[in-house]
C-alpha cells in the first residue's frame, strides 16, 4: 500500500520534476503537462445550454493542476490517507477530471459509479465496496445522509458545488504519495450487459499503460483537441495534454444526443478527435449525411461500447472529409481496454462484405504491447494456461488476452476473479502479467493477425445442430435496408434451444407503412438463404431493443429472451 501522506511547504511546487520522476502515480501525468504547456487549455466546459456559438468556461492545463493540488490538500486535512476508498459522484465536467486527479494525487482510491446502471445497481455496487466517504454534488449528498446506515465508514464527506476555483497555492502543495505501479488507483464498474455490474480494481501502473498504448496507436499529441462522448476519455485527454471540450449532452443517454450541438461545438473549437458510442455516432452520422456536412478538422473519430454497425461506419467516413482522417473501432472491455483496433476505412474496403455474409465483426489487429489468443470455450474457471486448448486461425472459441493494461481482479470479487484470470507462471516476462483475462466474447483470429468477433459467449445460441454466434448471425440480418439491428436469442434449455430473431426495423420503413408479414417473411427467406441461419424460424419486430445504460448499444438479450418467449407463447 502507498506511504502515508506528508504535508510539504509552499515552495515544494519548484522541487516537483525531481519527485514526477520517481512516482508511479497516475496523476503524475497531469503535473508533467502543466510543466510544458501550463498556459494552454486543458478543459473547456460549455456556459449553460445555448447553441452555436456555445460559451465555455477555460481551464488551463497549469489551473487544473494547482486546483487538484488544492484538493487533494484539503482532502489529506480531512484525514483521507493512501488507500481509502472514497466515491467520485459528479457529473462530467471540469470538477469531475479535477477531483479524479486531486483524490489520485491524495493516494486515495477513487470510486467511479456510472448514473445510468439504475439506483438499484447503484447502491448494491456501492455498499459492495464499503466507501470511506463521497465527493459528490449536493442531491447525492442528501441521498447518502438519508440512506447512511448503508454505509457506515463513509465518513469524509464533500459536496461539490460550482465550478472549482483557485484559493491561492500557500499551504496547500502537497508531495505525491509515493505510490507503487502495483497500488491501487480506482474502482470502476462494468457495464452489467451480461449480469450485475462488477467493480474492477485499477492500479496506477495499468491507467499509465493505457495512456501509453492509445497514444502511441494512433498517434495523439499534445495540443489536439478532444471532444469525449464518455467521461473516461477526459481523463485521458488530461494525462496526454489534449485539450477536452465537454460535450452538451447526457454521457449516460448517447443514443439520444444532439448531434447539432455536438458538430457545432466540433465546428467552434476546432476538434481535431472525437470519442462516442456506436449510438452516439448513428445519431451524429445521420446527421451529417442528412444535411452533406463534413468534418474537415476532425483527424480521427473513436468508437467503443459494443460493435459498428457497417451503416455507421459509412456515414461517418463521409463526413470525416480531412486526408487521412478515419472512424477507429478499438475493442477491448472494462477490465482489458485497449485490445485491438481496425478502422472504418479498411472495414468498407476489405471486411464489411465478409460481416455482411456472416463472419462476424472485424475488430482489428492487437495493440503492440497486447497478446490475443483463442481458446476452447469452457464454462468453469481454469487453474492453469496449461489446461487451455489453443485454437488455430479460423477456429471460433473464447477470447483471452493479456497486456500492461488488463487488470488483475474485480474487487472483494474472489469467484468472478478465479473465472476471469487464468495464471500462467511461465509467462511473464518485461511487461508481460503472469495471467491471462478471459474477456467473454467468442471470436477468431484470421491467417493475417486480424480479430473477429463473434459474440459475447452467454449469447451462444446452443440447438441441438450445433452453436449460433450472435454476431455472425446478426451481421446477415443488419445488411437488409429495413433493419435497424437485431438480435439472436435462444428460447429454452441448452443444447436444445429454439434461435429467435428480433428485429428493430429502421425507422423510415416503419415510416413508410411496410406492412410486417410482408417484412417477416423477407427475412425468413433470408435466414433460409444462408446456411448459418437456416434454422432460425421465428422473426419477431421489436419497437426498440433494450441496451446497456453506459453506451446504449449493447443489447439486453436476457430480457429479450424473456420478452420473445412470451410473445411466441401467446401467439
Not at 487549455?41 to 468556461?57: F, Q, T
Not at 470538477?95 to 438499484?120: C, E, H, Q, S, Y
Not at 412470451?566 to 401467439?571: F, H, I, Y
Request: hydrophobic share 40%; with cysteine.
Amino acid at each position: 500500500m502507498a506511504s502515508e501522506l506528508r504535508p510539504v511547504a509552499s515552495d515544494a511546487r519548484a522541487h516537483r520534476s525531481d519527485r514526477l520522476d520517481r512516482s508511479a502515480n497516475i496523476a503524475a501525468l497531469l503535473t508533467g503537462q502543466a510543466q510544458l504547456h501550463s498556459e494552454r487549455s486543458a478543459v473547456l466546459e460549455p456556459i449553460g445550454r445555448g447553441c452555436a456559438p456555445i460559451r465555455y468556461r477555460t481551464t488551463t492545463f497549469g489551473e487544473l493542476d494547482r486546483i487538484s493540488d488544492e484538493l487533494a490538500a484539503d482532502v489529506v486535512r480531512r484525514g483521507v490517507t493512501p488507500g481509502k476508498k472514497l466515491v467520485l459522484f459528479v457529473p462530467f465536467s471540469t470538477n469531475f477530471i479535477a477531483w479524479t486527479f486531486a483524490l489520485m494525487k491524495a493516494g486515495a482510491v477513487v470510486v467511479l459509479i456510472d448514473p445510468g446502471m439504475g439506483r438499484r445497481n447503484i447502491f448494491r455496487c456501492l455498499e459492495e465496496v464499503e466507501p470511506d466517504g463521497f465527493v459528490a454534488i449536493r442531491r447525492v449528498q442528501l441521498i447518502r445522509w438519508l440512506m447512511r446506515r448503508r454505509f457506515p465508514k463513509a465518513r469524509c464527506n464533500i459536496t461539490v458545488s460550482g465550478p472549482p476555483q483557485l484559493r491561492g497555492t500557500s499551504r496547500t502543495a502537497v508531495e505525491l504519495p509515493g505510490v507503487e505501479a502495483r497500488d491501487p488507483a480506482a474502482v470502476i464498474f462494468t457495464s452489467g450487459s451480461t449480469g450485475p455490474p462488477k467493480g474492477v480494481l485499477y492500479e496506477h501502473g495499468m491507467f499509465a499503460a493505457q495512456v501509453r498504448m492509445i497514444q502511441q496507436q494512433y498517434g495523439i499529441e499534445p495540443g489536439e483537441i478532444d471532444l469525449p462522448g464518455f467521461p473516461l476519455f477526459g481523463l485521458f485527454n488530461a494525462a496526454m495534454g489534449v485539450t477536452t471540450v465537454i460535450p452538451q449532452m447526457d454521457p449516460t443517454r448517447p443514443a439520444r444526443v444532439d448531434p447539432v450541438r455536438i458538430v457545432a461545438a466540433i465546428d467552434q473549437q476546432r476538434v481535431t478527435q472525437a470519442f462516442g458510442s456506436p449510438a452516439f455516432w448513428n445519431r451524429v452520422g445521420r446527421h451529417c449525411d442528412e444535411r452533406r456536412i463534413t468534418m474537415p478538422g476532425v483527424k480521427r473519430a473513436l468508437s467503443a461500447g459494443g460493435p459498428v454497425p457497417v451503416h455507421v461506419v459509412e456515414r461517418m467516413s463521409r463526413a470525416l472529409s480531412a486526408p487521412g482522417a478515419d472512424l477507429f473501432t478499438p475493442y477491448g472491455a472494462t477490465e482489458s481496454l485497449p485490445v485491438a483496433s481496425v478502422g472504418g476505412r479498411e472495414i468498407l474496403a476489405r471486411t464489411a462484405s465478409m460481416t455482411r455474409a456472416g463472419a462476424g465483426t472485424c475488430v482489428g489487429r492487437a495493440f503492440p504491447e497486447v497478446e490475443i489468443a483463442i481458446i476452447e470455450a469452457t464454462d468453469g474457471p481454469l487453474e492453469s494456461i496449461k489446461d487451455a486448448r489453443r485454437l488455430a486461425c479460423g477456429e471460433i472459441g473464447e477470447i483471452i488476452v493479456r497486456s500492461p493494461s488488463v487488470t488483475r481482479e474485480y474487487y472483494q470479487r474472489p469467484d468472478a476473479t478465479r473465472l476471469a484470470k487464468i495464471p500462467d507462471p511461465d509467462g511473464p516476462g518485461v511487461g508481460r502479467p503472469d495471467f491471462w483475462h478471459r474477456i467473454g466474447d467468442v471470436g477468431y483470429l484470421d491467417a493475417d493477425g486480424l480479430l473477429w468477433f463473434c459474440g459475447r459467449k452467454a449469447h451462444i445460441v446452443h440447438t441441438p445442430n450445433g452453436p449460433l454466434y450472435s454476431v455472425c448471425c446478426e451481421g446477415i440480418f443488419d445488411g437488409d435496408p429495413g433493419v435497424d439491428r437485431s438480435a439472436l436469442v435462444g428460447i429454452g434449455d441448452r443444447p436444445n434451444q429454439r434461435p429467435v430473431l428480433v428485429v428493430e426495423p429502421d425507422a423510415e420503413l416503419a415510416g413508410r407503412g411496410r406492412q410486417s408479414d410482408e417484412f417477416i417473411q423477407s427475412l425468413l427467406d433470408l435466414a433460409g438463404s444462408h446456411s448459418l441461419t437456416s434454422e432460425i424460424k421465428d422473426v419477431l419486430l421489436h419497437r426498440s431493443l433494450p441496451v446497456d445504460t453506459r453506451h446504449n448499444v449493447k443489447i439486453d438479450r436476457e430480457q429479450l429472451a424473456k420478452w420473445a418467449a412470451a410473445t411466441l407463447r401467446s401467439t
